[in-house]
């Protein structure tokens, strides 16, 4: 595909590849399962060295690692109820803690976004889609409010379309857990679409890859923007990692 970047950023591969061409048709087929509340997941290698991720324990294949899910404290307290299937309704609060939603228009989006930092530390490393860029499209598309919804309809954190929500798997958008996956999920499939060229995965996410290969680029002035402000966005978060890191090193 032709490559535009006219007026939008240089290209930065930020999101790193899965390894093989093999372990993306094993990740498609095992991230395209509904994904469990809080579930673990397994890393596995066939005899041929293929690596497969999957949330249902095997004793057919070698063991790699196990990634812990990290469930906040609310969840933790809420026990086997976690597990129960989750109402689609955008009202019922399924597994929002409660502070999530009490005085959210006095809570900053900072703030709301630690809430979920769970989320997506989980979502990232499951997809291979950098902490940082998955908050910097959370805080564009909604500024980290599980509630909203736009005028086109998109909803909930990463302002997922109904049919996108349906593609990826997601039974309650308004579920703040239920849409980062989603969300993370979809961004993953556009970088392997397009090679990890953050002009393309972030013009796929705000404009349809549709009128992404029309278009032979970014489609859109207001896509060309949107791909600036999410990168911008993207290299604060990316900063303060490493500011936090340091200091902890410095302790």
């Not at 095992?30 to 994904?35: C, E, F, N």
């Not at 997922?160 to 958008?173: I, K």
């Not at 961004?187 to 278009?215: F, M, Q, T």
Request: with cysteine; hydrophobic share 35%.
């Amino acid at each position: 595909m032709k490559r535009s970047h006219d007026n939008a950023i240089e290209y930065a591969n930020i999101i790193r590849p899965i390894a093989s061409a093999c372990a993306i048709a094993s990740l498609v087929f095992a991230l395209s399962l509904p994904a469990p509340a809080h579930a673990d997941i397994y890393r596995y290698e066939t005899d041929s060295g293929e690596v497969i991720l999957t949330s249902q324990p095997r004793k057919d294949l070698k063991l790699i690692e196990v990634i812990r899910s990290t469930p906040t404290k609310t969840q933790s307290k809420a026990g086997s109820n976690a597990d129960k299937p989750k109402s689609a309704s955008p009202n019922s609060g399924s597994s929002i803690p409660k502070n999530a939603t009490s005085g959210m228009q006095k809570s900053s989006a900072e703030e709301r976004a630690k809430l979920y930092a769970p989320y997506i530390a989980e979502a990232s490393q499951i997809y291979g889609i950098p902490e940082a860029f998955i908050r910097a499209v959370i805080k564009i598309e909604s500024n980290f409010n599980p509630r909203a919804v736009s005028h086109a309809g998109a909803m909930g954190l990463m302002q997922l379309m109904p049919a996108t929500a349906e593609h990826m798997c997601v039974e309650d958008p308004f579920d703040p857990r239920q849409n980062i996956m989603g969300g993370v999920r979809y961004l993953r499939r556009l970088s392997d679409r397009y090679d990890g060229d953050i002009n393309l995965v972030l013009s796929g996410y705000h404009a349809g890859p549709g009128n992404v290969e029309k278009a032979g680029g970014i489609p859109f002035e207001k896509t060309q923007q949107y791909v600036k402000n999410v990168y911008a966005w993207y290299l604060r978060y990316r900063d303060a990692e490493k500011d936090d890191k340091s200091a902890k090193n410095d302790d």
